[in-house]
């Protein structure tokens, strides 16, 4: 918003005991130029100044104001090394329990980082507090492990909780994942209640 300064524009006599004369009905007052000093003119100049000063001033005041949050990444953008990739919640055919079945529900885990981590001992759970604990596993760098349900023989590339029962809900659930002090890592939240689709993306 502009800043305006206003200013009263007097005779170079006023206050010196000298009153200008009233103008003619309809005509502006008229002021004598010529006959100011020196120093008020450059009084004069001085004060038509002050508006842009004050303008410069305002216009730096509010960007000082400027919240420097804005160009910070929040904290909730920030995820660790390991992450949840993805979760296949609803495996193809009827909800039987059968081992391939089973299998093919599973919880995709990705090393985001440059250099391999040791996941041993660390948790993977769901809402209901289902869970599963790594062995001695080695997951390397840019490398994903998909967690299934079912049981088989763990790899590189999968290993297998060993259970006889989904873990994973059709309808919605919760991933969280801590490393082996109880730290956590990451977490994926799902909502499906109409059970239109198969798998998740994090």
Not at 37 to 62: K, N, W, Y
Not at 117 to 139: M, P, S
Not at 172 to 190: E, I, K, P, Q, W
Request: charged share 20%; proline share 6%.
């Amino acid at each position: 918003m502009p800043i305006l300064a206003c200013y009263p524009l007097t005779s170079p006599l006023a206050g010196r005991g000298e009153q200008q004369a009233d103008p003619p009905p309809g005509e502006s007052p008229r002021l004598d130029r010529t006959s100011w000093p020196a120093h008020d003119e450059r009084m004069r100049r001085s004060l038509a100044a002050i508006p842009v000063t004050l303008l410069a001033s305002a216009a730096l005041a509010l960007g000082a104001a400027a919240p420097a949050s804005a160009h910070a990444a929040p904290a909730t953008a920030r995820r660790h090394a390991i992450v949840i990739r993805e979760i296949f919640y609803n495996s193809p055919g009827s909800d039987r329990g059968s081992n391939a079945s089973l299998n093919a529900e599973w919880v995709k885990l990705h090393n985001r980082s440059g250099h391999r981590v040791h996941l041993t001992g660390w948790t993977l759970r769901d809402a209901a507090h289902h869970v599963y604990t790594f062995g001695h596993f080695i997951l390397r760098a840019h490398k994903s492990v998909k967690v299934h349900t079912g049981s088989g023989r763990d790899t590189r590339w999968n290993v297998f909780q060993g259970r006889g029962w989904y873990v994973w809900n059709n309808t919605g659930d919760r991933a969280t994942l801590r490393n082996a002090s109880g730290l956590f890592r990451d977490r994926c939240t799902y909502s499906d209640p109409s059970e239109s689709f198969s798998a998740v993306t994090c």
